[in-house]
């Protein structure tokens, strides 16, 4: 690092009191040294980074960083404030403030310089040197290693303090696209396989509640990353240029021991991930290779992911509303012009017409999100304008998909064009917002709109027309969907086409939203009742989580069946889908009705037949349980014992993963 810092880079006595006028002091000092070329398009690129996140981190520490086209060589130049200077940190302004420019494409140099300095900053050492520094060519020399920090005690040459290896350090990061319970799974999965393994392991869940940002100081010093995950990585870039295992939610569950093992060979190898900032949020999730279909599942399911709570919201007052006010209530008058306090009518009143607002959001956010799936916060405006005037238009729930495609689409499209320096500082928040906008607009009201809301009306009147065998088939499918892989792809597939129906209420939606709830709780059920049942056919740790099945299948969390199924999939899977696709047919032809996206038994009370609708989940429930119990029953077995020694041992791996 000696090259990439000198005296004439450091400022003792910076004088500057905003973060643009700390890094045109530093940049200034750049170009005096042939370094930059540019300082205002440097200064811009600087901006257009800084907007993206702030790069103050705890401790008084401001970072600002970019690659740039206007810069000769990697160089990083230091600044030490005596007022401090706002970066963004929780904590509060910067004192020790560090530019780095690498030159454009040199990502391994920027990365490097990234990575080395993050490591001595979490050294206090080496900060309070620094801060006490007497000379430029004294704190360039700290900076670059030449010259080691002062000790804060007095070593005894006598008695050496013993050395101690520090543990290796991983942050991983869990999603899936409802954020729900595979998320949450997942993690709980990393954390225990890391204290098993010996490493300091910290997750951030990303649900859909949102997500707590783990402390930048956290992932600066962390030996390796793990993105356990079935939607993009929010603000990937973070962990970039770091030893990077790079999986689907799933994996996290069932192998974290596996995946820490990984991460640990690539760190001994040198192996870093390329940086995020090279493509989109969902271009660099996943393996390498995707295929187009991966990652057009992946932006679908983004959208989806965002969309649940508020269907889940406006759902449930929707659903209550009818319940306390009956069906007349979408006729009553605004409450904001009209409410009785005392009056069940209402309140009635009052949660329908909340929930009719939050539905009102369901394809805005659906086109949204599915945009910034594709192309990050840039696509966030035109796909909320694509949702729009899909509502404006008719076009419904295949509206908002088509519009988060074109948005996302066109986003990706406009950033790929070279502009002059002067303009990049303002591309992201008026170029282009202001151009997708109009290519959306363009597109949604004069080309697609209507062709789209005709075939979005097709597939209306069809769910409202389904009765008989027609209905039945359908719920046979959406079961074994629900069932297959518990909680995975295709399982969401068909939960995403249930939800989707309801941004656009008929009986036919109602009853497949129904039907998918109905074959989802089914598995663990099973699973619970086969253990409780014939508990000599499970392992100590099944009948365990049996026990925890049973509330897990009736708040309809799918993947309560996980830990069964990942230790004997042959039997366990085709049970779950026979009892599935029973629940799913039976509920159609009940005729049962449902408006809340989720919840289990605790909405009964809202759902259509609901005496029916239990019936339909116990006789699927019974058959799936009925079924691995007779396929576990009937495998060949040795005496006594042995087979339980070794379903234990396998029942030991489910722990881990469960």
Same mark, same amino acid.
């Given at each position: 690092m000696s090259r990439m810092i000198t005296a004439d880079l450091v400022d003792l006595d910076l004088s500057a009191d905003t973060k643009e006028a700390a890094a045109r002091s530093l940049a200034e000092r750049m170009v005096t040294l042939g370094r930059v070329t540019d300082l205002d398009g440097f200064l811009a690129d600087v901006a257009a980074r800084e907007a993206q996140m702030p790069t103050g981190l705890d401790g008084g520490i401001g970072i600002p960083h970019c690659r740039s086209a206007h810069v000769t060589e990697p160089t990083l130049a230091f600044g030490r404030s005596a007022a401090g200077v706002d970066f963004g940190a929780p904590d509060g302004p910067a004192d020790l403030i560090f530019l780095i420019a690498a030159p454009a494409g040199a990502d391994d140099a920027h990365l490097t310089i990234l990575s080395s300095l993050a490591r001595h900053l979490m050294d206090e050492e080496f900060t309070d040197a620094l801060r006490s520094a007497t000379s430029p060519a004294g704190a360039a020399a700290l900076i670059a290693g030449e010259e080691e920090p002062a000790?804060?005690?007095?070593?005894?040459?006598?008695?050496?303090?013993?050395?101690?290896?520090?543990?290796?350090?991983?942050?991983?990061?869990?999603?899936?696209?409802?954020?729900?319970?595979?998320?949450?799974?997942?993690?709980?999965?990393?954390?225990?396989?890391?204290?098993? #393994?010996? +490493?300091?392991?910290?997750?951030?869940?990303?649900?859909?509640?949102?997500?707590? @940002?783990? &402390?930048?100081?956290?992932?600066?010093?962390?030996?390796?990353?793990?993105?356990?995950?079935?939607?993009?990585?929010?603000?990937?870039? @973070?962990? %970039?240029?770091?030893?990077?295992? &790079?999986?689907?939610?799933?994996?996290?569950?069932?192998?974290?021991?596996?995946?820490?093992?990984?991460?640990?060979?690539?760190?001994?190898?040198?192996?870093? !991930?390329?940086?995020?900032?090279?493509?989109?949020?969902?271009?660099?999730?996943?393996?390498?290779?995707?295929?187009?279909?991966?990652?057009?599942?992946?932006w679908l399911m983004s959208g989806v992911s965002y969309m649940v709570p508020f269907v889940a919201a406006g759902g449930l007052l929707i659903a209550l509303g009818f319940a306390i006010g009956g069906y007349d209530i979408d006729k009553a008058p605004s409450v904001a012009e009209h409410f009785a306090w005392g009056q069940a009518d209402s309140w %009635?009143?009052?949660?329908?017409?909340?929930?009719?607002?939050?539905?009102?959001?369901? +394809?805005?956010?659906?086109?949204?999100?599915?945009?910034?799936?594709?192309?990050?916060?840039?696509?966030?405006?035109?796909?909320?304008? $694509?949702?729009?005037?899909?509502?404006?238009?008719?076009? $419904?729930?295949?509206?908002?998909?088509?519009?988060?495609?074109? %948005?996302?689409?066109? =986003?990706?499209?406009?950033?790929? =064009?070279?502009?002059?320096?002067?303009?990049?500082?303002?591309?992201?928040?008026?170029?282009?917002?202001?151009?997708?906008?109009?290519?959306?607009?363009?597109?949604?009201?004069? =080309?697609?709109?209507?062709?789209?809301? !005709?075939?979005?009306?097709?597939?209306?009147?069809?769910?409202?027309?389904?009765?008989?065998?027609?209905?039945?088939?359908?719920?046979?499918?959406? $079961?074994?969907?629900?069932?297959?892989?518990?909680? $995975?792809?295709?399982?969401? =597939?068909?939960?995403?086409? %249930?939800?989707?129906?309801?941004?656009?209420?008929?009986?036919?939606?109602?009853?497949?939203?129904? #039907?998918?709830?109905?074959?989802?709780?089914?598995?663990?059920?099973?699973?619970?009742?086969?253990?409780?049942?014939?508990?000599?056919?499970?392992?100590?740790?099944?009948?365990?989580?049996?026990k925890a099945a049973w509330v897990l299948g009736a708040s309809f969390i799918t993947e309560g069946a996980i830990p069964f199924a990942a230790a004997d999939p042959l039997r366990v899977i085709p049970s779950a889908m026979a009892g599935g696709a029973v629940t799913g047919a039976l509920s159609m032809a009940f005729g049962c009705t449902l408006r809340a996206p989720h919840g289990g038994v605790f909405v009964i009370p809202l759902i259509g037949n609901p005496f029916l609708y239990l019936l339909a989940i116990a006789a699927g429930t019974v058959v799936s349980a009925g079924l691995v119990i007779l396929l576990k029953g009937a495998r060949k077995t040795t005496p006594e014992g042995e087979p339980e020694n070794r379903e234990t041992q396998a029942g030991t791996k489910v722990t881990v993963a469960a």
């Open positions: 000790p804060a005690v007095a070593e005894t040459p006598e008695a050496p303090a013993p050395q101690v290896e520090e543990p290796f350090r991983i942050v991983a990061v869990t999603s899936c696209p409802t954020g729900i319970a595979h998320t949450y799974m997942a993690a709980e999965s990393l954390e225990k396989a890391g204290q098993t #393994a010996g +490493v300091e392991l910290v997750v951030e869940t990303q649900g859909s509640a949102g997500f707590t @940002r783990l &402390d930048p100081a956290v992932v600066a010093a962390a030996d390796g990353v793990i993105f356990a995950h079935d939607v993009p990585v929010r603000e990937k870039e @973070r962990f %970039a240029g770091k030893p990077t295992v &790079d999986v689907g939610v799933k994996a996290g569950i069932s192998r974290p021991a596996e995946l820490i093992a990984e991460v640990r060979g690539k760190a001994e190898r040198g192996e870093v !991930s390329a940086p995020a900032t090279a493509g989109t949020p969902v271009e660099n999730a996943g393996t390498p290779g995707e295929g187009y279909g991966t990652r057009l599942r992946k %009635a009143a009052l949660m329908f017409q909340i929930g009719g607002l939050a539905f009102a959001f369901l +394809v805005p956010v659906l086109a949204g999100y599915i945009s910034y799936g594709m192309a990050d916060r840039p696509g966030l405006v035109p796909g909320f304008v $694509g949702g729009s005037i899909a509502l404006t238009v008719n076009a $419904g729930f295949l509206g908002g998909l088509a519009a988060g495609l074109i %948005a996302g689409g066109t =986003v990706l499209a406009i950033q790929k =064009v070279r502009v002059p320096a002067a303009l990049r500082g303002i591309m992201p928040v008026v170029v282009i917002p202001l151009l997708s906008s109009v290519v959306v607009g363009f597109m949604m009201f004069l =080309v697609i709109g209507k062709p789209i809301a !005709s075939l979005q009306k097709a597939l209306t009147d069809w769910l409202s027309g389904l009765s008989g065998a027609n209905a039945i088939i359908l719920g046979v499918i959406l $079961g074994l969907m629900m069932c297959f892989d518990l909680g $995975g792809p295709l399982n969401k =597939v068909a939960y995403a086409f %249930a939800v989707g129906g309801l941004a656009t209420p008929n009986e036919g939606s109602l009853k497949v939203m129904a #039907a998918v709830m109905a074959a989802g709780m089914v598995p663990p059920l099973a699973m619970a009742l086969a253990t409780t049942v014939r508990g000599r056919l499970f392992t100590r740790t099944e009948r365990e989580n049996g």
